[in-house]
């Protein structure tokens, strides 16, 4: 049977997928994720999309400011 990828990971899964942190995902909420875009709150934990935290790290559909950010952080 194949495996698919969920659509939507909690902090700690998606933070192992990508290769950052979960503290990293939570700080920069609102600075590089936008609500309802790339995560979606609940009441005790958070949803990450996983189709668009890909896209940020190919460096798909990134703001301007994100993008400065991250240029800082390299």
Request: hydrophobic share 40%; glycine share 4%; no cysteine.
């Amino acid at each position: 049977m194949k495996k698919t990828t969920p659509l939507y990971m909690k902090t700690s899964d998606m933070a192992n997928l990508i290769g950052y942190s979960g503290d990293f995902l939570m700080k920069n909420r609102e600075i590089l994720f936008f609500k309802d875009v790339h995560y979606f709150p609940k009441e005790k934990r958070t949803d990450w999309k996983v189709s668009k935290m890909i896209e940020w790290v190919e460096g798909k559909n990134i703001s301007s400011k994100a993008q400065e950010i991250l240029n800082m952080l390299s």
